[in-house]
């Protein structure tokens, strides 16, 4: 299918995006790496007036390693987050994450800021911003504002997101010395969106989980952290009780749908499954024992 026709402009700075938009009054979509949005142009899901293409705006393909934090520019595309040294050193889950995202093509083309934009219930990069408590940079009309992560999801598709806004970065938070990750998912194909995918870390200090994050994605409207479970492991070493009490959380805290590609309860227990072996992983690199 082809798009419905709209207007094309072509900004060269954040301030003209934000100006095209602000002129749309509504009628205006931001065209980023266009994976997602063409799709639903081309489905008629969406009909925009306009179409905003941020690609040309200089200074938004970054990833910038600061003292206590890791800022990635709004256009930086998914496959340089696979490949980037700094990704693999300091944030390796969200490193490992990015080879489960779609196939090389799109990786070539999507952005971080398209990803978290966009808001999908089963994609990985919402899932580790909120695991990896990252803030979002947007512009707005009246300046710049910032978001943390666990406030921008709120529903399928539904982020906290003006129509004439502008994710311009992400800052991820660099974690502690002693920390470690895991990421498991389960697609029906390599590349398909996620059926469940599952991202933990734990800092493990003298024998016992100091810190643990557990956040999940494809099994509630909105990526999600399960946070009784992460409650559970602090003070504790990890053994096979606490990971079964542990995965018991992790399922309780979810509400996954049905559709054609999986049951709810079938969701629910790959969820736990999940959630115990990146558990597992997490407290092995990161050192326990
Ligand atoms: C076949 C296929 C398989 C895929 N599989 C996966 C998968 O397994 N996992 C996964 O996570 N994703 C998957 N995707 C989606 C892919 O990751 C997209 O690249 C991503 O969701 C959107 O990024 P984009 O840069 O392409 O955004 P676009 O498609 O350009 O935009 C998406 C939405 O975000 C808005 N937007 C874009 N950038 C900004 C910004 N900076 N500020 C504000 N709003 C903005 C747009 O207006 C639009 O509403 C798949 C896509 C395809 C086509």
Redesign the pocket.
Known sequence: MKPPAFEYVVADSVEAAVAALVAASGEA????????????LNFRL?R?AI??D?NRIPG?IFIEERETDIRIG??T??HQLETSPVIAKSLPALGAAMA????LA??N????????????P?????MLALLLDATLT??APSGTRTVAAKNFFLGALS?D?GAD????DVAFSKLPAGTGWGFEEV?RRH????LAAVATTLTVSDGRISEARIAM?GVDETPKRAGDAEAMLVGQALDPRLLERAIGAVRGAVTPNTDLHASADYRRHLVGVLAGRALAAAWQRGGGT
């Not at 083309?109 to 999908?120: E, N, V």
């Open positions: 979509k931001i065209l980023a790496g266009g994976q997602s949005l063409v799709p639903m969406l925009p179409l905003v941020i938004l709004a256009l595309r998914h489960h995202v779609a196939h799109i990786r083309r999507g952005t971080i800021g398209g990803s978290l934009s966009h808001g999908d089963a994609a990985e990069l919402p947007i512009a982020v997101l806004e502008l994710v311009t697609a590349g398909d969106f996620a994605t």
